[in-house]
């Protein structure tokens, strides 16, 4: 069944691109707070930068900061806000996605999956409807120039690097990259709230099957114009800081997204609502466990990971992927159902 507020079958090129980022955890935190000691969360005048104001073991005040990102970006995301920039340089834990130590290897370790995936029995081609295999040979310009042995998620990378590359917006001038490179100006170490295992995991996704489902439907309808407009009309929106819009954007309404297609009942033979949770095809199951191990299974964790950093006190500054502090599955509303945010 669908978890609480999931979408079946979000924009893959869009998720893919700017949301990923990845750790499950089977349960929250089952601390009991009396309500005046839960953490209070403060939206601050920064774009996607929030605050989190709790207390330590030892009953004495604590502070999270949360500044969401975008993975790409252009030269208007700075200068970064003072604000934003003081709670940077003064806290006293720095946390990203991957932390400083395993970035380092998460180049090395890509390289790694790309040399597993190739197979010279598979055929990319041959694999995809002819529809989705005349638009990938579009993309490459021609049949003869499709590299036709690789895993498909290779071919989805490669469609992201191209729709990166022509929106103009560029992975070194993203958030993440910032920071991260202040972080070590500053002799500082970056903490992970994932692990290289779960981030390598994440990007050559499922099997062969699956990773052929996404790339299926990225290309049937794929009108590379179109697409690329998508990516810069997201980026202008987390640019000026709309929340609600974002997310509507990124993961779209559940009904838009569910597979066109006739289901029957095994026992009646009758018609089956699509949107019916006792039925989920194939291909909407695996949009919703995409889901759900790439957002709600990593939130589930996150939030974990901040009710602890707040009970360990000082000061800590998160930054990481904003689709994951937006919307109903959103950190803050995990930590809200644990009993750890007001």
């Known amino acids: 069944m669908f978890y609480k507020g999931s979408k079946s079958k979000p924009k893959i090129h869009l998720l893919l691109l700017i949301l990923a980022g990845l750790i499950f955890t089977s349960c929250l935190s ?31 005040p604590s502070t999270v ?23 940077f340089r003064n806290s006293d834990r720095l946390v990203a996605e991957v932390s400083s130590a395993e970035s380092k290897n998460l180049e090395k370790e890509i390289s790694l999956l790309y040399v597993k995936s190739y197979n010279p029995e598979n055929n990319i081609l041959e694999a995809l409807s ?43 001038l993203g958030l993440d990259h910032y ?11 970056v903490l992970g709230l994932d692990s290289l295992e779960t981030q390598l995991r994440l990007s050559r996704y499922g099997d062969y099957e699956s990773q052929l489902i996404f790339l299926e439907d990225t290309m049937t309808d794929f009108p590379f114009t179109k697409n690329v407009e998508d990516l810069i009309k997201v980026y202008e929106c987390y640019l000026s800081g709309r929340e609600e819009e974002l997310d509507r954007l990124v993961f779209g309404d559940e009904e838009e997204y569910l597979p066109e297609t006739r289901l029957l009942d095994a026992g009646t033979g009758s018609d089956i609502n699509p949107s019916s949770e006792t039925y989920i095809d194939e291909r909407t199951q695996l949009y919703t466990n995409y889901y759900r191990e790439v957002f709600i299974d990593r939130n589930f964790s996150w939030a974990q990971q901040i009710a602890a950093f707040l009970y360990q006190g000082k000061s800590t500054f998160i930054f990481a992927g904003a689709g994951h502090f937006i919307g109903s599955d959103s950190v803050f509303q995990l930590m809200r159902e644990a009993g750890d945010l007001k």
Request: aromatic fraction near 12%; hydrophobic fraction near 30%; charged fraction near 30%.
């Open 65 to 87: 900061y949360i500044q969401g990102t975008y993975h790409i970006g252009d030269q208007r995301l700075y200068p970064v806000d003072e604000e934003v920039m003081t709670a």
């Open 30 to 60: 089952t601390k009991e707070y009396p309500d005046g000691l839960k953490a209070c969360l403060t939206k601050c005048q920064s774009r996607f930068f929030w605050r989190i104001d709790g207390t330590d073991k030892r009953g004495k």
């Open 130 to 172: 002819p529809e989705a295999a005349k638009n990938l040979a579009y993309l490459y310009e021609g049949e003869e120039n499709v590299p036709l042995h690789w895993e498909p998620w290779i071919y989805n990378s490669s469609i992201n690097a191209s729709l990166n590359a022509a929106s103009g917006l560029k992975t070194e």
């Open 179 to 189: 920071f991260k490179q202040e972080a070590s100006k500053m002799k500082k170490e």
